[in-house]
Nanobody
Framework: QVQLVESGGGLVQPGGSLRLSCAASGIAFSFYDMAWYRQAPGKQRDVVATITRGGTTNYAESVKGRFSISRDNVRNTVYLQMNSLKPEDTAVYYC??????????WGQGTQVTVSS
C-alpha cells in the first residue's frame, strides 16, 4: 500500500519559516520524481517545486529564492524548506510522487497558514 504522509505545517507569522516533510512508503522512492503542490481556498492546485530522481529542481516563480526542495533517498522523504513566508503562501500543501509508466500518488495534505 502506497502512502505519502506530509507533516510540518502550521501557523507562522509573515517572514517566518517552516519545513515540510513527506515520508513515502510502498514505492521505490529513489525512482520517483517528487513534487510539492499547494491549493488555496477557491483556487486550483498548483505546483510549487519539483525534484527529479536525479536531483534536478524546479520552482514556481512565486517561490523562487524563498523555498527549497530536497530529498533523502535513504529516509524515503522529500522536504520543502519555506523561508520568508508571505500571507499569499497560505494553502494546503500536498506531496506528489510520479514515475513514467506508473500511477501518480498524492498525500493527504498539510495546512500552512501565514498570518500575524
Amino acid at each position: 500500500q502506497v502512502q505519502l504522509v506530509e507533516s510540518g505545517g502550521g501557523l507562522v507569522q509573515p517572514g517566518g519559516s517552516l519545513r515540510l516533510s513527506c515520508a513515502a512508503s510502498g514505492i521505490a522512492f529513489s525512482f520517483y520524481d517528487m513534487a510539492w503542490y499547494r491549493q488555496a481556498p477557491g483556487k486550483q492546485r498548483d505546483v510549487v517545486a519539483t525534484i527529479t530522481r536525479g536531483g534536478t529542481t524546479n520552482y514556481a516563480e512565486s517561490v523562487k529564492g524563498r523555498f527549497s526542495i530536497s530529498r533523502d533517498n535513504v529516509r524515503n522523504t522529500v522536504y520543502l524548506q519555506m523561508n520568508s513566508l508571505k500571507p499569499e503562501d497560505t494553502a494546503v500543501y500536498y506531496c506528489n510522487a510520479k514515475r513514467l509508466g506508473s500511477m501518480s500518488y498524492w498525500g493527504q495534505g498539510t495546512q500552512v497558514t501565514v498570518s500575524s
